[in-house]
C-alpha cells in the first residue's frame, strides 16, 4: 500500500523542489539578461507552464505532461526485461466507473511470461500528488502471458500514470504508461 | 515598459468571459459530461434484491417519513432530509434527538455513488439508512423497536417484498447492539436465531428505504440546459450570461473545481483532504481514515451476511484503498446541484457561504491534519464572482417536482 500512495507524492515533491531551484535560478539570472532576452525568456517560462498546465493552472510541478496517452503500442520495462501491453476494458479508460484492464507481458525475446509471474499495479496523478483511488490488483492469469486487472478507477479527468511491476524469471522490472482523460 | 504592457494585454485576454462558441473540442466534451442527461439509469445494486423493485420503493417512502421509527416516535428520516430543501436542513450539524458531529447530506442522486456518508463509511444506500436509526442523536430506536414498529404498521407491504416476518412478541420492545446498556442487555439476553431474525429485517428496512431513495435525483438547472445544448452541437448562446460562462471555464480550469466535481452529479464520489479547518467543540474528525475501517467491519456491508450480492460482485469493498496518508481527513465531496441553496458548507457546517467556500479554495490553507490537495489558486475577485455566478445556474429551473411528490 505504501507504494500506491508515497511513490506518486514523493516524486511529484521532488519535482516541486527542483522546479522551485529552477524558477529561482530563473529569477536571479533575469536581472542580468538584456531586455529582448528576459522577454524571450518570460515567453518561454509561459509556454512552459502553459504545456505543463492546459487548464492553465498554478505551476507546483515541472513533469512534463504527456500530449496524449501512450497505452496504444506496447512498451519496454525500464531495464528492457519485459514487453508489456495495457488494454482497458471496451477500448478507452473511463473517468467515473470502476473498470477491468488486460495486461499481456512477454520476455524481451516475445515469449509470454507464466501465469505465476507477479504483477503489481500502481499509479496515481503526478500533478496532483496522489495515488490511484482504488487498489487495483491482477485476480487471473488469462494464459498466453495475459493477466485481468480488477478495480481500476480513474475518479477525475487530467494526466494519470499506470505502472506495471513485473517480476518473472528474468528479474523485476516496471514500466509507467500514461494516460491523459 | 513593453513587456508589462504585452502582459496586460495577455492577463485581460485571458480574463474575458468565454463565448460558448469559443469553447475548444476537449471543453465541450467535458461541458457535455457535466449535464444531468448524462446521468443514466441509476447503476444496480446487487447487495439489495429489492433495490429496483417499485413495492420496496413506495414501502421505504412510507418509512422515510414515518417518526414511529425512532426512540421518541417524533424523528423521520425526513425530519432532517427535508425534501423541500432539497433533502437536507441548512444547519451547519445535523439535529434531531441530540446534535450529530457532521453536515446533514442532501440525498438526491445518492444511489449513485459507491460510499455513503462523508467519511464513506457505509457502501451501499441501504447500509447507510441503518446507521442513523441506531445513532443516539438521530432516530435513537433500536432494532427491535424497528421490527415490531414493522410488524404493527407495515407488515402487509413488507411480507409482500420479503416473506414472512419472524415471531416478534417475545422479544423486548427496545434491544440492540449499539443501544443504551440496558438495551445491550436485553440484546446479548436474546437467541442467536431471534438476533439475526430482527438483523434481517432491519437490513430490510434499509434495503426498502434505499430503494425509494434511489427514485430521487436532481432536477436540471439552467446549466443543464446550456451543456446539453453544447453537447449536442446546438446553439447554447443565452442560457448563460457572460458572467456565468466565464464561471464555467474557470469550473472547468483554472479554479481545478472538475478535479473532484465531476460527472453529472458534479463529485467524484470519492475521498479528499481540502483543509476544512476543525471545529473547536468537536472531537477530532479523521474523515475517511476512520470511515474505511468502519465500512470493513461493518456487518451490512456488501460483503456480510445481509448483503444480495455475491463477493466478487463488491468490487468498491474489494479494490477500496483501506489506508495511507491519503485518507487522512479525507471528505467526500457533495454533489453540487442545487448548491447555492445549501448553506453552511462543508462536513460540519464549517463554512457559511459560497463565496467563502471559494475563497478558502482560492487560499488553499494547510490542512489542520493530514495534507491538503488545494494549492493557491490565484483568482481574482471579479474571477471568483464569475465561479459564484456559474454556481447558480446549477440551481433547479423548476420547483422541485420530485420533492414535492415526495413530500406526500
Known amino acids: ?181 | 515598459m513593453r513587456f508589462a504592457l504585452a502582459a496586460a494585454l495577455v492577463l485581460t485576454l485571458s480574463a474575458a468571459p468565454a463565448a460558448a462558441e469559443s469553447w475548444t473540442g476537449p471543453e465541450r466534451a467535458l461541458i457535455a459530461s457535466l449535464s444531468l442527461d448524462k446521468l443514466g439509469p441509476v447503476p444496480p445494486d446487487p447487495s439489495n434484491r429489492v433495490a429496483d423493485d417499485p413495492r420496496a420503493a413506495a414501502l421505504g417512502k412510507a418509512l422515510f417519513f414515518d417518526q414511529r421509527l425512532s426512540g421518541d416516535g417524533t424523528i423521520s428520516c425526513a425530519s432532517c432530509h427535508k425534501p423541500e430543501q432539497g433533502f437536507q436542513d441548512g444547519l451547519e450539524l445535523g439535529h434531531a434527538a441530540g446534535m450529530t458531529n457532521r453536515r446533514t447530506m442532501p440525498i438526491e442522486g445518492t444511489g449513485r455513488l459507491p460510499w455513503l456518508f462523508w467519511d464513506g463509511r457505509a457502501d451501499s444506500l441501504w447500509a447507510q439508512a441503518l446507521g442513523p436509526l441506531e445513532s443516539k442523536v438521530e432516530h435513537d430506536g433500536t432494532r427491535t423497536r424497528y421490527a415490531h414498529e414493522i410488524s404493527s404498521h407495515h407488515r402487509a407491504a413488507y411480507e409482500a417484498l420479503f416473506g414472512p416476518l419472524p415471531r416478534l412478541d417475545h422479544l423486548p420492545r427496545d434491544a440492540g447492539p449499539l443501544g443504551r446498556q440496558a438495551e445491550r442487555r436485553a440484546w446479548e439476553a436474546m437467541a442467536p436465531a431471534d438476533r439475526a431474525a430482527v438483523d434481517r429485517v432491519f437490513a430490510n428496512i434499509g434495503k426498502a428505504l434505499a430503494a425509494f431513495q434511489r427514485t430521487l435525483d436532481p432536477a436540471p438547472g439552467r446549466f443543464d440546459r446550456y451543456a446539453a445544448a453544447l453537447g449536442a452541437g446546438k446553439p447554447a448562446k443565452g442560457i448563460l450570461t457572460a458572467e456565468e460562462e466565464a464561471g464555467l471555464k474557470l469550473f472547468i480550469g483554472k479554479g481545478q473545481c472538475v478535479n473532484c466535481h465531476n460527472g453529472p452529479l458534479l463529485t467524484d464520489g470519492h475521498f479528499h483532504n481540502t483543509g476544512v479547518p476543525p471545529v473547536s467543540n468537536l472531537p477530532p474528525d479523521r474523515g475517511r481514515a476512520d470511515g474505511v475501517r468502519h465500512v470493513l467491519a461493518d456487518p451490512f456491508n456488501c460483503l456480510g451476511p445481509h448483503s444480495d450480492a455475491k463477493p466478487e460482485e463488491c468490487a468498491e469493498l474489494r479494490f477500496a484503498v483501506t489506508e495511507g496518508p491519503e485518507l487522512l481527513r479525507a471528505f467526500k465531496p457533495p454533489g453540487l446541484r442545487g448548491v447555492a441553496g445549501r448553506e453552511p458548507y462543508m462536513h460540519a457546517g464549517q463554512i457559511p457561504t459560497l463565496a467563502k467556500v471559494l475563497d478558502h479554495y482560492n487560499r488553499a490553507p494547510p490542512a489542520p491534519e493530514g495534507h491538503s490537495e488545494l494549492k493557491p489558486l490565484g483568482l481574482s475577485p471579479a474571477e471568483l464572482a464569475q465561479l459564484e455566478a456559474f454556481l447558480r445556474t446549477l440551481d433547479p429551473e423548476a420547483p422541485r417536482k420530485q420533492a414535492a411528490e415526495a413530500a406526500r
Open chain 1, 1 to 181: 500500500m505504501a507504494g500506491f500512495v508515497r511513490s506518486p507524492s514523493f516524486a511529484a515533491d521532488a519535482r516541486r523542489a527542483i522546479f522551485q531551484v529552477w524558477i529561482t535560478a530563473s529569477d536571479l539570472s533575469m536581472t542580468r539578461l538584456p531586455i529582448f532576452r528576459r522577454i524571450a525568456l518570460a515567453v518561454g517560462l509561459c509556454l512552459g507552464l502553459a504545456a505543463c498546465h492546459p487548464h492553465g493552472s498554478h505551476g507546483s510541478s515541472a513533469a512534463a505532461r504527456p500530449q496524449a496517452s501512450d497505452i496504444a503500442a506496447p512498451k519496454a520495462t525500464d531495464r528492457g526485461l519485459y514487453r508489456v501491453e495495457v488494454q482497458p476494458e471496451g477500448g478507452a479508460a473511463p473517468v467515473g466507473p470502476m473498470h477491468r484492464w488486460t495486461v499481456r507481458v512477454a520476455t524481451a525475446d516475445g515469449k509470454p511470461v507464466p501465469d505465476a509471474a507477479r504483477i503489481a499495479v500502481d499509479g496515481g496523478m503526478p500533478e496532483h500528488g496522489h495515488g490511484l483511488p482504488t487498489k487495483p490488483r491482477v485476480t487471473q492469469a488469462l494464459g498466453d502471458g495475459r493477466f485481468l486487472v480488477e478495480g481500476m478507477k480513474f475518479n477525475m479527468p487530467g494526466w494519470w500514470t499506470l505502472s506495471l511491476s513485473v517480476d518473472a524469471a528474468p528479474g523485476a522490472d516496471s514500466v509507467t504508461f500514461n494516460l491523459v482523460l
